[in-house]
């Protein structure tokens, strides 16, 4: 499988577009998102498929990643194919294509299912800014949860959460079956209704509504989503400094959301959809810019309110430059610029931003670093507020801190990343290349890491010709799962590869190398299961050291647990003299050998375990499987044991 392919796997929808928007290719998700099949949709223009409403948006978003290179993002609608679009949180960069070099653009829906909040954020900040008010609306509970909007009506919601009956009650009774119908709507989008509303305390208020019915990401829940307008025309002080107090909450609750989010940023690509979808929000702003440094250059991503076009002149910025962003981003020091004079006369041969010329008459700009002075730069966030706005100490104080946690997060992340690099490269410097076409043999091995600590383990296998013909098969497992594991994994299938290229028999191999160890007093004790198979006639001689027994699964479906002769465990008894068995592997069977996390867990017994995984190689032959499927139906199967341990699984087949 290419690079191209893994970009298309997941479960959300995602495709590949030339740098002008044509589709080159799709996952079978985007197709159905869209409403077309895969084949209808190749060679489209891939904004050409969404509703006429989204259409400048997605063609955006793929121009803006084809021109810059930069990561680009944002919340658009899907068709939907239940009447309810779609709300996702599309992102789209540049990649290569392996097979011709070809620069394209790879557009995919993010996964928000942890954090659904980001997708609702688009549609409040236009909804604050068109003056009307967002409620969402759960029929499975009958709650509506106020989502901001204008303050004078967040005042009318004095309760961010209420029961529909609460809000039935306050709703002229005139006005009630219109409210229920309003919510009963199968329709898309329905039309505005009229409500008199009676708050607390204060006379009729004439409001008008109108519901969307929205699924929150690709395979989320559906919820009912209500714009509300007040037509009211006197407005009284106490609706202001309810509204005040809300937008207090408001915010409260964001920076509360913010920070939980940097915090549990597991990648750099989480933490960038934090930034960009959070930030302005939070703080009132316009328009947010995340950059980092790679390899002392500017690597710039923007949210919705600042386009990538206007900040080109940012992206690829050496860390040097004399300009507001890479000085903050050196010297650790958050930077104020309320006007274009005050730029001017602070950075004078600074690059020109786009925005530079409406300096003071449209917005001001604050720059808070990811970093303290004196420490390794990582980069800065740039957010733009609105003309005539000028953020407070305190709200200067705390974006200070969340950008330092999101420093922090930064630096784990990629701390995190580089002990995974590593360990990857380790480990497969550790698997063997297995022998390819042998006449009358199918061989093939997986490998899963621990789910605990680094992507690398002690578990191992290996196969290779004997010089008299026959193939040599094993698998073992070192204790333990960690880099020492993998040390002494290597170590000993080494020498067993070394031992065998000497000895006859398998018995002899395991006595020969079990020895060894115990001479060097190696730290780390092994199990391991060896066999010999002869290609022409099926027979097999194997031998075991305290491993977990064989599986043999034949093409009618049937299995036996096979459990070899041998020993105890390798590196522990001195002077142990192992036994082996001789068996033949009839055509068209396999034998299936697998370590003890792929048939043990918390909640499977070893017996079962075994007894399951062979009655799935059993069925994988009869259903004409080869080797290869055949071992990914055993290794998928080891996920549900909810093992902790590193897995592998090599399959012989005698065709």
Same mark, same amino acid.
């Given at each position: 499988?290419?690079?191209?392919?893994?970009?298309?796997?997941?479960?959300?929808?995602?495709?590949?577009?030339?740098?002008?928007?044509?589709?080159?290719?799709?996952?079978?998700?985007? #197709?159905?998102?869209?409403?077309?099949?895969?084949?209808?949709?190749?060679?489209?223009?891939?904004?050409?498929?969404?509703?006429?409403?989204?259409?400048?948006?997605?063609?955006?978003?793929?121009?803006?990643?084809?021109?810059?290179?930069?990561?680009?993002?944002?919340?658009?609608?899907?068709?939907?194919?239940?009447?309810?679009?779609?709300?996702?949180?599309?992102?789209?960069?540049?990649?290569?294509?392996?097979?011709?070099?070809?620069?394209?653009?790879?557009?995919? #829906?993010?996964?928000?299912?942890?954090?659904?909040?980001?997708?609702?954020?688009?549609?409040?900040?236009?909804?604050?800014?068109?003056?009307?008010?967002?409620?969402?609306?759960?029929?499975?509970?009958?709650?509506?949860?106020?989502?901001?909007?204008?303050?004078?009506?967040?005042?009318?919601?004095?309760?961010?959460?209420?029961?529909?009956?609460?809000?039935?009650?306050?709703?002229?009774?005139?006005?009630?079956?219109?409210?229920?119908?309003?919510?009963?709507?199968?329709?898309?989008?329905?039309?505005?209704?009229?409500?008199?509303?009676?708050?607390?305390?204060?006379?009729?208020?004439?409001?008008?509504?109108?519901?969307?019915?929205?699924?929150?990401?690709?395979?989320?829940?559906?919820?009912?989503?209500?714009?509300?307008?007040?037509?009211?025309?006197?407005?009284?002080?106490?609706?202001?400094?309810?509204?005040?107090?809300?937008?207090?909450?408001?915010?409260?609750?964001?920076?509360?959301? %913010?920070?939980?989010?940097?915090?549990?940023?597991?990648?750099?690509?989480?933490?960038?959809?934090?930034?960009?979808?959070?930030?302005?929000?939070?703080?009132?702003?316009?328009?947010?810019?995340?950059?980092?440094?790679?390899?002392?250059?500017?690597?710039?991503?923007?949210?919705?309110?600042?386009?990538?076009?206007?900040?080109?002149?940012?992206?690829?910025?050496?860390?040097?430059?004399?300009?507001?962003?890479?000085?903050?981003?050196?010297?650790?020091?958050?930077?104020?610029?309320?006007?274009?004079?005050?730029?001017?006369?602070?950075?004078?041969?600074?690059?020109? %931003?786009?925005?530079?010329?409406?300096?003071?008459?449209?917005?001001?700009?604050?720059?808070?670093?990811?970093?303290?002075?004196?420490?390794?730069?990582?980069?800065?966030?740039?957010?733009?507020?609105?003309?005539?706005?000028?953020?407070?100490?305190?709200?200067?104080?705390?974006?200070?801190?969340?950008?330092?946690?999101?420093?922090? #997060?930064?630096?784990?992340?990629?701390?995190?990343?580089?002990?995974?690099?590593?360990?990857?490269?380790?480990?497969?410097?550790?698997?063997?290349?297995?022998?390819?076409?042998?006449?009358?043999?199918?061989?093939?091995?997986?490998?899963?890491?621990?789910?605990?600590?680094?992507?690398?383990?002690?578990?191992?296998?290996?196969?290779?010709?004997?010089?008299?013909?026959?193939?040599?098969?094993?698998?073992?497992?070192?204790?333990?799962?960690?880099?020492?594991?993998?040390?002494?994994?290597?170590?000993?299938?080494?020498?067993?590869?070394?031992?065998?290229?000497?000895?006859?028999?398998?018995?002899?191999?395991?006595?020969?190398?079990?020895?060894?160890?115990?001479?060097?007093?190696?730290?780390? %004790? #092994?199990?391991?299961?060896?066999?010999?198979?002869?290609?022409?006639?099926?027979?097999?001689?194997?031998?075991?050291?305290?491993?977990?027994?064989?599986?043999?699964?034949?093409?009618?479906?049937?299995?036996?647990?096979?459990?070899?002769?041998?020993?105890?465990?390798?590196?522990?008894?001195?002077?142990?003299?192992?036994?082996?068995?001789? %068996?033949?592997?009839?055509?068209?069977?396999?034998?299936?050998?697998?370590?003890?996390?792929?048939?043990?867990?918390?909640?499977?017994?070893?017996?079962?375990?075994?007894?399951?995984?062979?009655?799935?190689?059993?069925?994988?032959?009869?259903?004409?499987?080869?080797?290869?499927?055949?071992?990914?139906?055993?290794?998928?199967?080891?996920?549900?044991?909810?093992?902790?341990?590193?897995?592998?699984?090599?399959?012989?087949?005698?065709?």
């Amino acid at each position: 499988m290419d690079a191209s392919d893994e970009l298309l796997r997941g479960a959300e929808p995602a495709a590949l577009l030339t740098l002008d928007g044509a589709i080159r290719s799709l996952n079978a998700a985007m #197709a159905t998102a869209l409403g077309s099949s895969a084949e209808q949709c190749l060679g489209l223009d891939f904004s050409d498929l969404w509703p006429a409403g989204q259409r400048m948006s997605a063609e955006s978003l793929v121009a803006h990643a084809a021109k810059t290179k930069a990561v680009a993002m944002r919340v658009l609608d899907f068709p939907g194919q239940g009447g309810a679009p779609v709300a996702s949180l599309i992102e789209a960069q540049q990649v290569k294509d392996p097979a011709s070099d070809e620069q394209l653009v790879w557009v995919h #829906a993010l996964d928000a299912r942890n954090d659904l909040a980001s997708l609702l954020i688009p549609f409040r900040m236009a909804t604050t800014a068109a003056h009307l008010g967002l409620w969402m609306y759960s029929p499975d509970d009958h709650q509506l949860e106020w989502l901001g909007g204008a303050p004078a009506l967040a005042a009318l919601f004095p309760d961010p959460t209420v029961s529909l009956s609460i809000v039935i009650s306050a709703v002229h009774p005139d006005d009630r079956e219109a409210l229920r119908q309003l919510l009963r709507s199968a329709s898309a989008r329905s039309s505005w209704v009229r409500l008199r509303y009676l708050p607390e305390h204060e006379g009729w208020h004439q409001l008008a509504a109108q519901t969307r019915r929205i699924q929150l990401g690709y395979g989320g829940p559906e919820r009912i989503f209500g714009m509300l307008r007040d037509d009211t025309k006197q407005e009284k002080r106490k609706e202001e400094a309810q509204a005040a107090l809300t937008a207090e909450r408001q915010q409260a609750k964001d920076i509360a959301d %913010f920070s939980s989010a940097l915090i549990t940023a597991a990648t750099e690509q989480e933490l960038q959809q934090v930034v960009l979808t959070r930030l302005a929000a939070t703080f009132g702003a316009s328009g947010a810019l995340l950059a980092l440094v790679d390899e002392g250059r500017l690597r710039v991503s923007t949210d919705a309110g600042i386009a990538m076009w206007e900040v080109d002149v940012l992206h690829g910025l050496p860390l040097d430059h004399p300009s507001a962003l890479p000085e903050a981003i050196r010297t650790g020091k958050p930077q104020l610029i309320p006007d274009r004079e005050d730029y001017i006369r602070r950075w004078p041969h600074g690059a020109e %931003f786009p925005r530079l010329g409406r300096l003071g008459s449209d917005y001001a700009t604050s720059i808070t670093p990811l970093s303290e002075a004196g420490n390794q730069p990582l980069g800065a966030w740039l957010v733009t507020y609105r003309s005539g706005y000028q953020p407070s100490l305190d709200e200067r104080t705390l974006m200070g801190t969340l950008a330092d946690l999101a420093g922090q #997060a930064l630096r784990r992340i990629r701390l995190q990343q580089a002990r995974v690099e590593l360990a990857t490269v380790l480990q497969k410097t550790m698997l063997p290349t297995l022998p390819g076409h042998l006449a009358g043999l199918e061989v093939a091995a997986r490998y899963r890491p621990s789910r605990d600590g680094l992507d690398i383990g002690g578990d191992w296998y290996d196969a290779f010709v004997m010089p008299d013909g026959t193939v040599a098969m094993e698998i073992g497992d070192a204790q333990g799962h960690d880099v020492d594991a993998a040390a002494a994994m290597g170590q000993v299938r080494a020498s067993m590869r070394a031992i065998a290229a000497h000895e006859p028999d398998p018995a002899t191999v395991l006595t020969r190398t079990n020895e060894l160890l115990v001479t060097m007093g190696a730290a780390r %004790f #092994a199990s391991c299961t060896m066999l010999h198979i002869d290609p022409r006639d099926g027979q097999v001689t194997g031998a075991s050291a305290g491993h977990v027994p064989l599986l043999c699964a034949r093409d009618d479906g049937s299995h036996s647990i096979h459990e070899l002769p041998g020993g105890p465990v390798l590196g522990v008894v001195s002077d142990t003299e192992y036994s082996e068995e001789n %068996f033949t592997l009839d055509e068209d069977s396999a034998l299936v050998m697998v370590t003890d996390g792929v048939v043990e867990g918390p909640s499977l017994t070893l017996e079962a375990g075994l007894e399951r995984a062979g009655t799935l190689a059993g069925a994988a032959l009869h259903d004409g499987l080869n080797a290869e499927e055949t071992a990914d139906r055993v290794l998928d199967a080891s996920v549900a044991v909810d093992h902790l341990d590193d897995v592998a699984v090599l399959v012989i087949r005698r065709t």
